[in-house]
Protein backbone atom coordinates (compact mmCIF):
# COMPACT_ATOMS: atom_id res chain seq x y z
CA UNK A 1 0.00 0.00 0.00
CA UNK A 2 1.32 3.50 -1.03
CA UNK A 3 1.50 5.85 1.64
CA UNK A 4 2.91 9.78 1.71
CA UNK A 5 4.21 11.29 4.83
CA UNK A 6 4.75 14.73 4.67
CA UNK A 7 7.04 17.08 7.35
CA UNK A 8 8.65 20.40 7.64
CA UNK A 9 6.06 22.87 7.57
CA UNK A 10 5.50 25.63 10.27
CA UNK A 11 5.17 29.65 10.94
CA UNK A 12 7.98 31.72 8.68
CA UNK A 13 8.64 35.58 8.02
CA UNK A 14 7.86 36.70 4.40
CA UNK A 15 10.65 36.58 2.50
CA UNK A 16 11.98 33.48 4.53
CA UNK A 17 12.48 29.41 3.42
CA UNK A 18 11.50 26.58 4.18
CA UNK A 19 11.60 22.99 3.03
CA UNK A 20 8.88 20.63 2.99
CA UNK A 21 9.72 16.35 2.66
CA UNK A 22 7.00 13.92 2.07
CA UNK A 23 8.73 9.76 2.98
CA UNK A 24 7.04 7.82 0.40
CA UNK A 25 6.54 4.54 1.00
CA UNK A 26 4.99 1.39 -1.44
CA UNK A 27 5.86 2.34 -4.72
CA UNK A 28 6.35 -0.61 -7.20
CA UNK A 29 6.97 1.17 -10.02
CA UNK A 30 9.70 3.66 -11.34
CA UNK A 31 7.90 5.73 -13.79
CA UNK A 32 5.31 7.61 -11.74
CA UNK A 33 3.87 11.00 -11.01
CA UNK A 34 4.73 12.97 -7.42
CA UNK A 35 3.42 16.38 -6.67
CA UNK A 36 2.68 19.09 -4.81
CA UNK A 37 -0.65 20.94 -3.75
CA UNK A 38 -2.26 23.74 -1.47
CA UNK A 39 -5.01 25.07 0.15
CA UNK A 40 -6.03 27.90 1.88
CA UNK A 41 -9.01 28.83 4.03
CA UNK A 42 -12.11 29.09 1.68
CA UNK A 43 -10.06 28.06 -1.01
CA UNK A 44 -9.79 25.43 -3.69
CA UNK A 45 -6.68 22.68 -3.49
CA UNK A 46 -4.01 24.11 -6.08
CA UNK A 47 -1.62 22.01 -7.41
CA UNK A 48 2.27 24.09 -7.37
CA UNK A 49 4.44 21.61 -8.53
CA UNK A 50 4.97 18.39 -10.20
CA UNK A 51 7.74 16.09 -11.08
CA UNK A 52 8.23 12.75 -13.09
CA UNK A 53 10.08 10.26 -11.27
CA UNK A 54 12.12 8.61 -13.90
CA UNK A 55 13.84 11.59 -15.36
CA UNK A 56 13.08 14.36 -12.76
CA UNK A 57 11.10 17.02 -15.36
CA UNK A 58 9.59 19.28 -12.96
CA UNK A 59 6.48 21.48 -13.59
CA UNK A 60 5.41 24.71 -12.15
CA UNK A 61 2.60 26.95 -11.54
CA UNK A 62 3.43 30.71 -12.38
CA UNK A 63 2.62 31.29 -9.00
CA UNK A 64 5.62 29.71 -7.77
CA UNK A 65 8.22 29.60 -10.48
CA UNK A 66 11.19 30.66 -9.84
CA UNK A 67 10.35 30.86 -5.81
CA UNK A 68 9.80 26.84 -4.93
CA UNK A 69 11.95 24.07 -6.63
CA UNK A 70 10.60 20.37 -6.16
CA UNK A 71 12.82 17.51 -6.17
CA UNK A 72 13.19 14.13 -5.60
CA UNK A 73 15.93 11.72 -3.52
CA UNK A 74 15.16 8.17 -5.38
CA UNK A 75 17.54 6.60 -2.43
CA UNK A 76 15.70 8.10 0.14
CA UNK A 77 12.29 7.90 -1.69
CA UNK A 78 11.59 11.41 -0.67
CA UNK A 79 10.03 13.94 -2.33
CA UNK A 80 11.08 17.97 -1.50
CA UNK A 81 9.88 21.27 -1.62
CA UNK A 82 12.17 23.77 -1.46
CA UNK A 83 10.28 26.89 -0.49
CA UNK A 84 12.44 30.63 -0.80
CA UNK A 85 11.19 34.00 -0.84
CA UNK A 86 7.92 33.02 0.63
CA UNK A 87 4.81 35.55 0.94
CA UNK A 88 2.15 35.85 2.70
CA UNK A 89 -0.04 34.31 0.09
CA UNK A 90 1.79 30.95 0.50
CA UNK A 91 0.09 30.46 3.47
CA UNK A 92 -1.92 27.09 3.32
CA UNK A 93 -2.24 23.45 4.21
CA UNK A 94 0.60 21.64 1.82
CA UNK A 95 0.13 17.93 0.36
CA UNK A 96 2.05 15.93 -1.40
CA UNK A 97 0.58 13.42 -3.94
CA UNK A 98 0.96 10.60 -6.28
CA UNK A 99 0.32 9.14 -9.48
CA UNK A 100 0.84 6.99 -12.63
CA UNK A 101 0.17 9.93 -14.64
CA UNK A 102 -0.64 9.49 -18.37
CA UNK A 103 0.52 7.04 -21.07
CA UNK A 104 4.55 5.24 -20.35
CA UNK A 105 6.92 7.97 -19.63
CA UNK A 106 4.27 9.37 -18.16
CA UNK A 107 3.24 12.55 -18.47
CA UNK A 108 2.85 14.19 -15.16
CA UNK A 109 0.04 17.41 -14.63
CA UNK A 110 -1.20 19.06 -11.43
CA UNK A 111 -4.17 18.24 -11.48
CA UNK A 112 -5.54 16.96 -8.53
CA UNK A 113 -7.41 13.89 -10.66
CA UNK A 114 -4.43 12.63 -11.60
CA UNK A 115 -3.52 11.73 -8.11
CA UNK A 116 -4.55 8.27 -6.40
CA UNK A 117 -2.51 8.87 -2.81
CA UNK A 118 -2.04 11.61 -0.71
CA UNK A 119 -0.62 12.58 2.48
CA UNK A 120 -2.27 13.86 5.46
CA UNK A 121 -0.88 17.63 4.67
CA UNK A 122 1.73 19.76 5.88
CA UNK A 123 0.44 23.73 7.38
CA UNK A 124 2.76 26.47 6.05
CA UNK A 125 2.12 29.81 7.46
CA UNK A 126 3.55 32.80 6.18
CA UNK A 127 3.14 36.38 8.05
Known amino acids: DVQLVESGGGSVQAGGSLRLSCAAS????????MSWFRQAPGQEREGIAS????????TYVDSVRGRFTIAKDIARNTLYLQMDSLEVEDTAMYYC?????????????????????WGQGTQVTVS
Open 97 to 117: AAGAGRGYTPRCTIESSEYTH
Open 26 to 33: GYTSSRYC
Open 51 to 58: IRTVDGMA
